[in-house]
């Protein structure tokens, strides 16, 4: 079974700096999508960013990017020139793309922008 | 509708009393999943249906919990003889396909008193 695992239950930083947000997951598998989710507390689950594990680039979206180590299986989310709408719960998750799988979530960050 | 749609968005029910949840996937998605949210904590798979495939009920913690999904869209999560362990926000999300992720909708916050 996949595991997900985000070490930092919280993270701040200053608006209009740099955060990263850490994730590692288990797999046995080499074919996957590893995606990056944020919950504002209007709890609404908002898809951020996605990477394709068969791709070496790494995805960016806008102030979104992430850094892809697939040896590693490490996939952690950096934020550029945060700004107080970012403010939420990033969670990540892993699917396999064999057979009918479940997306796997992590635990969760927290984030919180200091104005 | 454009998104995932959930219904009630609160649900305040007394220990004991049955309570169903209502999720209207995106038009056309295959895949429609219920997690369940407790206070603070991350997302823990309920159920998940995939066509007309058998649905994984691999998740639901106990046999009070049980869903269908009728036509393969409107999908009703029931939950019988409420515990209060049972109150968390219940989300459901839907999908095309595996790697497009999956779009949620604003979930349902259930309390049990």
């Known amino acids: 079974a996949q595991t997900v695992t985000q070490s930092q239950p919280e993270m701040s930083v200053q608006e209009a700096e740099t955060v990263t947000l850490s994730c590692t997951y288990d797999?046995?598998?080499?074919?996957?999508?590893l995606f990056w989710y944020k919950q504002p507390p209007s709890r609404q689950m908002i898809l951020v960013i996605r990477?394709?594990?068969?791709?070496?680039q790494n995805a960016t979206e806008n102030r979104f990017s992430v850094n892809f180590q697939k040896a590693a299986k490490s996939f952690s989310l950096k934020i550029s020139d945060s700004q107080l709408g970012d403010a939420a719960m990033y969670f990540c998750a892993h699917i396999s793309n064999f057979g009918n799988e479940k997306l796997t979530f992590g635990t969760g960050t927290r984030l919180t922008i200091i104005p | 509708g454009a998104g995932v749609s959930q219904s009630p968005s609160n649900k305040v029910t007394e220990k004991g009393k049955d309570v169903e949840l209502r999720c209207d996937p995106i038009s056309g998605h295959t895949a429609l999943y219920w997690y369940r949210q407790s206070l603070g904590q991350g997302l823990e798979f309920l159920i998940y249906?995939?066509?007309?495939?058998?649905?994984?009920k691999s998740g639901l913690p106990s046999d009070r919990f049980s869903a269908e999904r009728t036509g393969g869209s409107v999908s009703t999560l029931t939950i019988q003889r409420t515990q209060q362990e049972d109150s968390a926000v219940y989300l459901c999300?839907?999908?095309?396909?595996?790697?497009?992720?999956?779009?949620f909708g604003s979930g349902t916050r259930l309390t049990v008193v």
């Open positions: 999300a839907s999908s095309p396909g595996q790697d497009y992720g999956y779009t």
């Open positions: 797999t046995s598998e080499s074919d996957y999508y």
């Open positions: 990477q394709e594990a068969y791709k070496q």
């Open positions: 249906f995939q066509g007309n495939s058998a649905p994984d």
